[in-house]
């Protein structure tokens, strides 16, 4: 079954390290997303890739980093710079079709991620 | 910036309806509707484009009033699998979303 799959589940950073959460589909989707979620709180969105190579910026993406080598991956290192990393982080992905709007989103599962 | 969801919360018994709320300030390309279970991954209910077209779940049925920037999520006989947290997500014209803060719905037996 096709899908997304984040690892792992629960990660914990300390304090000056830098953590990567990993995100992998293979619904052959060119466009991929991440947001985080805070207790209570909607989604908001870090970074979003629309095709290989190619990422851009959302809403707060200070202290994250992301890279797009594959189709399939699109991996999200917190750095030390982000000061309040604890959070639940949540990929997606969607389908492209021409503009590509009006795409429902996938969700994976998500990474929640603690302070030590 | 950040579409508003109301109510912010709603508690129903099994096969009561419910109607949740979703306004923004910005021109809409479409509106988006995904239900939350704790702990868990959003799961996408359904799509309103501008222009009237739809995409989405059979029993639940939204309204998108483009004029007015805003969208409805109408629920009904509600089932007690229908609780979990509603988010809004909105997009305009730049290929991306932007999600309210949710509506958390509890059927209750």
């Known amino acids: 079954d096709g899908g997304i799959t984040q690892s792992p589940k629960y990660l914990f950073r300390k304090e000056g390290q830098n953590v990567t959460l990993s995100c992998e589909q293979n619904l052959n989707h060119d466009a991929m997303y991440w947001y985080r979620q805070d207790p209570g709180q909607g989604l908001r969105l870090i970074y979003y890739s629309q095709i290989v190579n190619d990422f851009q910026k959302g809403d707060i993406a200070e202290g994250y980093s992301v890279s797009r080598e594959k189709k399939e991956s699109f991996p999200l290192t917190v750095t030390s710079a982000q000061k309040n990393p604890t959070a639940f982080y949540l990929c997606?992905?969607?389908?492209?079709?021409?503009?590509?709007?009006?795409?429902?989103?996938?969700f994976g599962d998500g990474t929640r991620l603690s302070i030590l | 910036q950040q579409p508003v969801q109301s109510p912010q919360a709603v508690i129903l018994r099994e096969g009561e309806d419910a109607v949740i709320n979703c306004s923004s300030s910005k021109a809409l390309y479409s509106v988006h509707w995904y239900r939350q279970k704790h702990g868990e991954a959003p799961v996408f209910l359904m799509i309103l484009l501008k222009g009237g077209e739809q995409k989405g779940h059979e029993k639940i049925s939204a309204s998108f009033n483009e004029k007015k920037q805003q969208s409805s999520l109408y629920l009904t006989a509600s089932q007690l699998s229908y609780s979990g947290t509603y988010f809004c997500?909105?997009?305009?014209?730049?290929?991306?979303?932007?999600f309210g803060a949710g509506t958390i719905l509890r059927v209750k037996s």
């Open positions: 997606a992905s969607s389908n492209r079709k021409g503009t590509g709007r009006g795409q429902p989103q996938h």
């Open positions: 997500g909105t997009e305009t014209y730049g290929n991306k979303l932007v």
